[in-house]
């Protein structure tokens, strides 16, 4: 019975590990990589510009919880309970619109296929030849 409970423990925790995340952009876009401090500064709304100055369409997840608390937790060292309260503290004093959300990984890609300053992050390879990576998330 311990040998049971050990492998099932183990399968559960080994579930938990953070999975691959990718940072796309617009396949035409100019940047090519980007750091992790610069997506942290996109991302709480500390800039708005692309490395290379350009405005950025900076696109979040509506649904998929894990893959977010994933992100956050890499680029900021937050929780999504402490990026919910600073982004509702910005908005409330109106420093800041809150970001875009989008709902699914099709049409997110489709939205920042579309748009050459949009910046966001699946949790799958894109096989959008409109895409390109320019940050990977591997641990």
């Known amino acids: 019975m311990k ?6 423990l183990l399968i559960w925790l080994s579930s938990l590990s953070v999975a691959d995340i990718y940072v796309v952009t617009h396949a035409d876009s100019p940047i090519e990589t980007i750091s992790k401090e610069a997506l942290r500064d996109l991302y709480l709304g500390r ?3 692309l490395p290379n100055g350009e405005f950025a369409s ?11 608390s994933q992100f956050y937790q890499h680029v900021a060292g937050m929780g999504l309970s402490q990026v919910d309260a600073f982004w509702a503290r910005l908005v ?40 390109k990576v320019i940050y990977l998330v591997s641990e």
């Open 3 to 8: 040998q049971i409970l050990s492998g099932v």
């Open 47 to 49: 800039a708005r510009a």
């Open 58 to 68: 900076i696109y979040d997840r509506k649904g998929n919880a894990d893959l977010r």
């Open 92 to 131: 409330f004093a109106g420093r800041m619109l809150p970001l875009e959300k989008v709902e699914g990984d099709q049409e997110l890609k489709e939205v920042v296929a579309e748009d050459k300053s949009a910046i966001s992050y699946l949790g799958v390879p894109p096989d959008h030849p409109g895409l």
